[in-house]
């Protein structure tokens, strides 16, 4: 199992070697640091946390300073499970970077997706909306009637208006179509959820 941070960069073009184009999106990936390995013995579990960019000293609290003991003043730190009979040959203080992948490598990237604040329902739910003529006037984007008129409540689950976005996300099954280790990038077929500078986990299928 293999797996690191990274930030997202934008979306490009790459040419494969047949001269087929497809989308792609670079992600940042700077050197990770191993800080702590858990075990099923001392934790209950196996992981391997991993730390990563640049943080001033000054926005490090006293707790995370013990905990990196030296190792850096580190800006992201994640945590990796491991299934209970696989263990890491990592030990506290490993580094490793880009070239950890290689193309061709299948990945899942997870992110915080865009935030987009309250929204209606043609937004938030794709609802078609009314339509714009027959007297509706300005009803076009409303809901419409949400039924529940016996128990004279609104059922959990109602698509209605609401927050949108800044949810986790998970995009299986993507593959790593070039990796730049010099400049500390991947490039990665497909979209990814965030925006330029989010937070995102690669780890291998």
């Known amino acids: 199992m293999k797996f690191i941070l990274g930030t997202k960069e934008s979306m490009t073009q790459?040419?494969?070697e047949e001269g087929v184009v497809v989308p792609a999106t670079i992600i940042s990936v700077p050197?990770?640091?191993?800080?702590?390995?858990?075990?099923?013995?001392?934790?209950?579990?196996?992981?391997?946390?991993?730390?990563?960019?640049?943080?001033k000293e000054k926005n490090i609290n006293k707790a995370q300073r013990g905990h990196f003991a030296g190792k850096g003043n580190f800006r992201f730190v994640k945590e990796f499970r491991l299934k209970n009979d696989e263990t890491s040959e990592l030990q506290v203080g490993d580094t490793f970077d880009a070239s950890l992948f290689?193309?061709?490598?299948?990945?899942?990237?997870?992110?915080?997706?865009?935030?987009?604040?309250?929204?209606?329902v043609v937004k938030r739910h794709n609802f078609s909306g009314a339509p714009t003529s027959h007297g509706h006037r300005h009803d076009t984007r409303r809901p419409g009637s949400i039924g529940a008129t016996g128990p004279q409540r609104v059922f959990k689950g109602t698509r209605m208006a609401g927050r949108t976005g800044s949810d986790?996300?998970?995009v299986k099954n993507l593959e790593i179509v070039a990796v730049d280790s010099k400049?500390?990038?991947?490039?990665?077929?497909?979209a990814l959820p965030g925006r330029r500078g989010t937070l995102l986990e690669v780890v291998s299928a």
Not at 102 to 120: L, N, P, Y
Not at 184 to 189: D, E, H, I, R, Y
């Open 14 to 16: 790459f040419f494969t």
């Open 31 to 55: 050197q990770a640091t191993v800080t702590q390995v858990k075990s099923v013995d001392s934790d209950g579990y196996n992981a391997v946390q991993i730390a990563s960019g640049d943080r």
């Open 102 to 120: 290689e193309a061709g490598d299948v990945v899942a990237v997870s992110g915080t997706s865009k935030g987009k604040g309250f929204q209606g």
């Open 168 to 170: 986790r996300i998970t």
């Open 183 to 190: 400049n500390g990038q991947l490039l990665v077929k497909g």
